[in-house]
């Protein structure tokens, strides 16, 4: 403490890290105890054996991983979800994008209004939604079915949630129409980036719609495209409230995705073996990071060409 | 004006049809091209899928009016013979959805208000200071920015129930709270990194120590994105389903909206016109709010493509 000036100054950076660590202290906290340790935690809980009644956790080691790898029901939740998801992502994806260009056009009237109506589904209880959606694909009383009645197009109902065929495709399609919002209000916002100039300039030079279409859109909405697939499979992967309130998984498995069976296995069988739930949540838990990193790899090249 | 060569004249259409569909000709009348034929015909097909769109909705609206017998009719037609309020009472009432909305809103004030609080502070020092381990916890939070609550729900679960946390609303409220509301802190991250540093800089001249600084200089200039991270953690913790499932499997009287329909569909799968009413219960404080609120609503979901 000879220097004053220095021990002034070291005394306010001081006094400046503990303000910034106790405004960290509640986000540390927080996110530490319900992110960050269950994060870490579930890969103790996936080598032990628990009902979550009494509190013995028994160590198995990697018998809870044999065990899922050897389980047909949970290859079946890998295929049904991979299924929803194969189907579901383009779906989306591409009609967004096909519906942003025309309601980005300048001679679309009633914007506003459009944008507003196919918003309205992404802002609404999806639990809530899947229960009311039970409902309207009820094989006798639901409308669908009344309508396709009225149309003549089947005879008796179809059991739209209650057939193995027709389950998931019905789910797909809920959720499409519960979500292609969001996807709508990204893709315009991606539109909206690219300089209206550009389009003149062109106009000027004689390029046609298409050829402007072709030139000016799709090169520079690249970059965008990976982003909303991104964000668009990272949600299509962990579909659950849907599931649980339109199917809850059946009939016969046919829309067990993996987040329901975790569910099962966890929480809804008479014995829960969170054990072997969380294995399963680790195993999915890599498949899915994986996946982001093969799409972080795409990222990473288109950066590069653009900047080539 | 006869004697205008003809290029002018596309080139004149071209510009105005930016801006209506139909140019007025120059003696007056409208003249309709295939351009305005086909921005109608689109227009009208686009009117047709919205109202597909928006239909369930309205038959929720309708079945929640109609009598018990008259929603199994399967009709299309969306207007009730007489509207029975009664539905609303008993979904109110005997199904103890007034109830669920108490707690619906409980949960959600309080997690809306601690998140706004954590992710403002923790976002203006990752921001605006240095200290040792900032780095560290930048990445650790981009890290988790897709982790869902699937994933982390069974130690949770095991973690709330030593901690007492489990069959109470509170313990629901730190739970949601603790969540990775990554995006949030980044969204602070971003707005105050990109401030300039005299406000800081003026503000320790006239004496403000660092918490008033944060208060009374930087907080209020981030109302936009306190605007976004209020509405987006509303909705979030207002739709929330798996968490509130999961703590209130013993204690049915704090369960909230979401959990509350499926308990209900599972217990009277019959009374179609109830589940409708209390459906809208559940439904119109939302829409409500995004229909007053649109423009936070679009720029908070475009947010995440801009970043």
């Known amino acids: 403490m000879s220097v004053p000036a220095l021990s002034a100054r070291h005394r306010r950076v001081r006094r400046t890290e503990l303000w910034a660590y106790a405004f960290l202290l509640p986000t540390i906290v927080l996110y530490g105890v319900f992110t960050v340790y269950p994060i870490v935690g579930s890969y103790w809980y996936s080598f032990v054996d628990w009902n979550g009644f009494d509190a013995i956790k028994t160590f198995v080691g990697l018998d809870n991983y044999r065990e899922a790898l050897s389980d047909p029901l949970f290859w079946n939740a890998f295929k049904v979800t991979i299924l929803f998801t194969v189907v579901a992502v383009p779906v989306k994806v591409f009609s967004g994008f096909l519906l942003a260009l025309v309601l980005n056009s300048p001679r679309m009237p009633w914007k506003g209004f459009f944008r507003t109506g196919f918003f309205l589904p992404v802002v609404t209880t999806t639990a809530i939604v899947g229960v009311v959606m039970q409902f309207i694909f009820d094989p006798t009383s639901g409308p669908v079915n009344g309508a396709l009645l009225e149309l003549g197009l089947t005879d008796e109902g179809v059991n739209f949630l209650g057939d193995a065929r027709t389950a998931l495709w019905t789910v797909v399609a809920v959720f499409v129409w519960k979500w292609f919002g969001q996807t709508l209000i990204y893709w315009l916002a991606a539109l909206q980036t690219i300089p209206t100039e550009l389009y003149e300039a062109a106009s000027i030079d004689g390029a046609s719609s298409p050829r402007r279409m072709w030139s000016i859109t799709l090169p520079l909405l690249k970059p965008f495209t990976i982003i909303i697939t991104l964000l668009t499979l990272e949600s299509t992967l962990h579909v659950f409230d849907l599931m649980l309130t339109m199917t809850g998984g059946g009939p016969f498995f046919a829309t067990q995705v993996v987040e329901i069976f975790i569910y099962e296995q966890a929480f809804a069988s008479s014995v829960p073996r969170l054990g072997y739930a969380s294995a399963v949540a680790v195993l999915f838990g890599l498949f899915v990071f994986v996946v982001g990193l093969f799409q972080l790899v795409g990222v990473r090249a288109v950066q590069r060409a653009r900047q080539a | ?307």
């Open chain 2, 1 to 307: 004006m006869t004697t205008t060569p003809p290029t002018v004249l596309a080139a004149r259409e071209r510009s105005r049809s930016r801006v209506s569909a139909s140019p007025p000709t120059p003696n007056g009348r409208r003249r309709f091209t295939w351009r305005t034929l086909s921005v109608w015909f689109g227009t009208a097909v686009l009117l047709c899928i919205l109202a597909a769109w928006i239909y369930p909705f309205l038959w929720m609206v309708s079945a929640a009016l109609k009598s018990p017998l008259e929603v199994f009719d399967a009709g299309l037609g969306l207007i009730p013979e007489d509207p029975q309020w009664s539905n609303f009472t008993r979904a109110w009432v005997d199904a103890q959805f007034g109830r669920y909305l108490r707690n619906t809103v409980i949960v959600t004030v309080a997690t809306v208000v601690i998140v706004v609080v954590r992710c403002a502070m923790a976002g203006y020092v990752l921001a605006r200071r240095r200290f040792y381990g900032r780095r560290l916890i930048l990445v650790l939070l981009v890290a988790t920015l897709f982790v869902p609550t699937g994933y982390t729900i069974i130690p949770v679960v095991d973690l709330a129930t030593n901690l007492h946390l489990l069959n109470s609303l509170w313990g629901m409220i730190i739970a949601m709270s603790g969540g990775a509301h990554v995006a949030s802190i980044l969204l602070y991250v971003g707005y105050f990194h990109q401030l300039p540093r005299e406000l800081e800089e003026a503000a320790i001249v006239d004496g403000a120590g660092f918490l008033r600084t944060f208060l009374r200089v930087m907080l209020p200039m981030a109302g936009p994105v306190t605007a976004t991270v209020t509405l987006m953690t509303f909705m979030a913790t207002w739709n929330a389903f798996f968490l509130p499932l999961v703590f209130t499997f013993s204690r049915p009287d704090l369960r909230t909206l979401s959990v509350g329909m499926l308990a209900f569909v599972g217990e009277n799968s019959t009374d179609w016109s109830g589940m409708a009413a209390a459906a809208v219960i559940s439904l119109l404080p939302m829409v409500i709010l995004f229909v007053v609120l649109q423009r936070y609503f679009v720029e908070g979901i475009a947010g995440a493509i801009k970043a």
